[in-house]
């Protein structure tokens, strides 16, 4: 896990790219040295040191001496590829996953993206010809974002030191699953397309067996780990298989006792023996937005819903890097994939051909939502946050089930996750089923941030500090962003005034779902409440 800067093409590139790693400092805890292709082509990398702390310098170059990578990520599945690799006659002079990802772009070209199963964002280049390709996990877990002027480029890991490096060009976001080249940008990965009839009914034993290997392969084999948690089904999940491994992993919790989460996570610390962290945290506290400028800088965008969760990533990963810990397990992905935000329950009610596509929504956004405030804020304190649910086994395997198996009626209403939910019964000695049974909160609600997301003590703050006046000149200054309250507007002046907006087209793309006529608002503000 790390930051990347690559300029290709570009006038002074071995200055730029020093400049563009002095940004992005936080991401890793060494910064390995410049390798200059050319006075104008150079790779570097601000790099946490996980896999092969010794040996694992970036760039890495392939066996033949021809490709060249800088990698931000982490490969799980390295270890195979090295032997399959070495059975082709690849000597590796490493145990990094990085050297393994040079190696398999060199015997096996584009075809390598296929194989790696993981979370990155990296760029490449063969000596050989000069030729570069980047690259993107399929949902976006890392980050990729580049500045283009003809057939010159430069790459980082996060935007704002971009903006800084040059006066000049829009910031480009590399999408998830896209390679980029020269000569293209086109996507290598799509969402998975079942091979036969969706399935009525989820198998709770042969999804057991999948996300249990899913979480072991997100297990680092040398190096002490944590899990952030929550006491909701996703959290409790990913603790309840990463203890069947590693007993001593322990689960940091945000809030006090008087957290509307707190009882489900005190309740299976209690059952199992958990080694349960709780991080204090008081959501109306002066420190809490005193800490709101900080978290904007650090995420890089002025969305409501991305920066209020990012409060508590951010307090969670403070005390997780107090603690000594580099890796951290999280959730992301069950809530998208399975089906537990209410307007996937509303909408998959009405059948796959109505759900499916508010869930591609969701999956899509992913990597501006839920994956960009995880990525920000873990690693603004050098932790590498890993996602099992994202593994493309438990991913195959959600896409391969019927609305009714995601979405249930019960007791008249729909209910999703019913895959998830179904394991906790596998385990009643261990996973409890007032977890089980749990409704959906999100971690700002969960940490006692917020009562409901129309509820908010932010938003309550910003309508009674921000006066009228100046929110309707706020609106027309920023028109392009169609700014809907005082806490947008709030989070949006705050972030113009450390970066150009105006050279970010994608933050102009508001985070809004696109739901069918027929759920239409009355019936969602019902069922909400």
Request: charge should be negative; aromatic fraction near 8%.
């Amino acid at each position: 896990m790390c930051g990347i800067a690559v300029a290709i093409d570009w006038p002074d590139a071995e200055c730029v790219v020093q400049g563009l790693i002095g940004g992005i400092l936080h991401r890793g805890d060494v910064t390995d040295p410049v390798v200059a292709v050319s006075p104008t082509t150079a790779f570097c990398t601000r790099r946490l040191r996980i896999v092969d702390a010794e040996h694992g310098v970036q760039p890495q170059i392939s066996a033949d001496g021809r490709i060249l990578v800088s990698f931000n990520g982490e490969i799980y599945n390295h270890a195979a590829l090295r032997i399959e690799l070495s059975a082709l006659g690849v000597r590796f002079r490493t145990a990094s996953d990085t050297e393994v990802l040079a190696n398999a772009l060199a015997v096996w070209g584009g075809g390598a993206l296929g194989r790696l199963r993981g979370m990155f964002a990296f760029v490449a280049m063969d000596l050989s010809t000069g030729q570069f390709v980047a690259a993107r996990d399929p949902f976006g877990e890392k980050p990729l974002y580049l500045i283009q002027d003809g057939d010159r480029f430069l790459f980082c890991s996060e935007i704002r030191p971009l903006l800084e490096a040059s006066e000049t060009g829009d910031v480009l976001l590399l999408p998830p699953g896209y390679v980029l080249t020269k000569s293209y940008c086109k996507p290598f990965a799509a969402l998975p397309q079942p091979a036969g009839p969706l399935l009525a009914q989820s198998d709770a034993r042969a999804l057991d067996a999948i996300l249990s290997e899913a979480v072991e392969r997100c297990i680092p084999p040398d190096l002490p780990f944590a899990t952030l948690f929550s006491g909701g089904i996703d959290s409790t999940l990913i603790a309840h298989y990463a203890r069947q491994q590693r007993p001593e992993a322990p689960g940091y919790f945000l809030g006090g006792e008087d957290a509307p989460d707190y009882v489900h996570a005190a309740r299976y610390a209690d059952q199992t023996g958990f080694d349960l962290r709780v991080v204090p945290f008081d959501g109306g506290s002066p420190d809490t937005f005193s800490a709101v400028d900080e978290v904007i800088t650090a995420v890089e965008t002025f969305e409501p819903s991305v920066i209020r969760p990012s409060l508590c990533y951010q307090a969670l990963s403070k005390a997780i890097h107090a603690d000594g810990y580099r890796v951290a397990l999280v959730g992301e992905g069950a809530d998208e994939l399975f089906c537990g935000y209410v307007p996937l329950e509303l909408t998959f009610a009405h059948g796959m051909a109505t759900g499916g596509p508010v869930r591609d929504q969701c999956l899509a956004l992913m990597n501006r939502t839920a994956l960009q405030r995880t990525d920000r804020c873990t690693m603004r304190h050098q932790i590498e946050a890993r996602s099992p649910f994202l593994d493309r086994a438990v991913v195959e395997y959600a896409f391969a089930l019927d609305a009714p198996a995601l979405v249930p009626l019960v007791n008249g209403a729909p209910r999703g996750k019913a895959p998830l939910r179904a394991l906790y019964d596998l385990y009643p000695d261990q996973l409890p089923a007032s977890i089980r049974d749990r409704r959906k909160i999100p971690v700002n609600e969960g940490a006692g941030l917020d009562a409901t997301q129309n509820e908010s003590r932010m938003k309550d703050y910003f309508e009674a500090t921000v006066t009228d006046l100046d929110y309707r000149q706020g609106q027309r200054d920023f028109a392009a962003y169609e700014i809907g309250s005082k806490e947008e507007l709030y989070y949006i002046r705050t972030l113009a005034g450390t970066m150009d907006i105006a050279r970010v087209p994608h933050l102009k793309g508001r985070l809004r779902l696109e739901a069918p006529a027929l759920i239409d608002g009355e019936d969602l503000r019902e069922y909400m409440a």
